[in-house]
């Protein structure tokens, strides 16, 4: 399949590159995708980070290598995978192996090793997944917008999670709910007036745009608010069941992840430009969501 080949492709060069400075622009490159839809993805498939398994792979290969090589110094080796001192690489270290990088050396000890990934089809049962594919011209929307690191690094206040958050409490999404005017014919009419998209535009490698938003329509008050042109795309849109609210996050993770995992590496789809929308809505006294990812066909 050429998505895994592509993924392969990327871990590939990370690979090669564990005792050099890994680009996040060439991994993206030879996944054929941006660095926030290759981040993301890595993320729902392997449930670890790539930041974090790019550390645990290059600390699995110091402690081989101090275990092996007598010769080595633990600064030679603390550089080499890209700690800047002997005191950061002991703490990264002892972290993960729960021993110091001089104990290594010590016949019998206990380390962790973590093997380089590999992306595979995998026969995971043959439970149905709903989807529609659609194309749609372009439409606006306009909301408030975040910046958000790709990585999931930083502090737990600068998530999209938190911006929701946010302005729940301060009255921003109701606000914007009263602003929003009509749902436009070619969506649900049991959709809140409220939505979420991400990475409807570039702002950087590093970094990707969150807006909480309400679709434009002729009685929506726009004035203060952020207005974005959504062009035309197929839409892959994968709709979930009626949930109550408190099963939301298992709800999402679910659909999240069967995407990646399941429909995306066998559809002879991609996606195009990384956007997303995520959709909220209520019918029955009960919650659902769509999601909604920008898609083309490959080759």
């Known amino acids: 399949m050429e998505w895994l080949e592509r993924m392969n492709r990327a871990m590939d060069y990370i690979e090669a590159n564990l005792n050099d400075e890994i680009m996040l622009s060439e991994v993206s490159r030879r996944a054929c995708c941006s660095s926030h ?3 993301r ?3 729902f498939i392997t449930d670890v980070t790539l930041a974090e398994y790019i550390r645990r792979r290059r600390l699995t290969l110091a402690a081989l290598e101090l275990q092996n090589n007598e010769a080595a110094k633990v600064i030679d080796v603390a550089m080499k995978y890209g700690y800047e001192s002997p005191v ?3 703490r990264a270290f002892q972290a993960l192996h729960g021993i110091t990088p001089a104990m290594a050396r010590q016949d019998g000890i206990m380390l962790k090793a973590y093997p380089r990934l590999s992306f595979l089809i995998t026969i995971k049962g043959a439970e149905a ?3 529609r594919i659609e194309t749609r011209e372009s439409f606006e929307v306009f909301g408030m917008e975040g910046v958000f ?3 999931g690094e930083g502090v737990e206040t600068s998530t999209p999670a938190h911006f929701w958050q946010q302005n729940l409490a301060n009255g921003g999404v109701e606000k914007l709910a009263a602003n929003a005017g009509d749902l ?3 969506v649900s009419q049991d959709f809140n007036k409220v939505h979420a998209v991400c990475t409807y535009r570039n702002t950087g ?3 990707f745009p969150y807006m909480l938003f309400a679709f434009k329509s002729g009685n929506s008050r726009v004035d203060g608010y952020e207005v974005v042109t959504i062009p035309a795309h197929t839409w892959a849109i994968f709709p979930s069941e009626l949930f109550d609210w408190n099963a939301f996050d298992g709800v999402m993770e679910s659909l999240y992840r069967r995407f990646y995992t399941e429909w995306l590496p066998t559809s002879g789809y991609e ?3 990384g956007m997303e929308f995520e959709m909220y809505g209520t019918k029955e006294g009960l919650q659902f969501v769509e999601l909604w990812f920008a898609v083309r066909r490959i080759g």
């Open 205 to 207: 490698t590093d970094t």
């Open 271 to 273: 996606q195009a430009d």
């Open 41 to 43: 993805m890595f993320s």
């Open 129 to 131: 997944m709903n989807y």
């Open 37 to 39: 839809q290759f981040q």
């Open 88 to 90: 950061s690489f002991a």
């Open 149 to 151: 690191r790709s990585d």
């Open 184 to 186: 436009p014919s070619f």
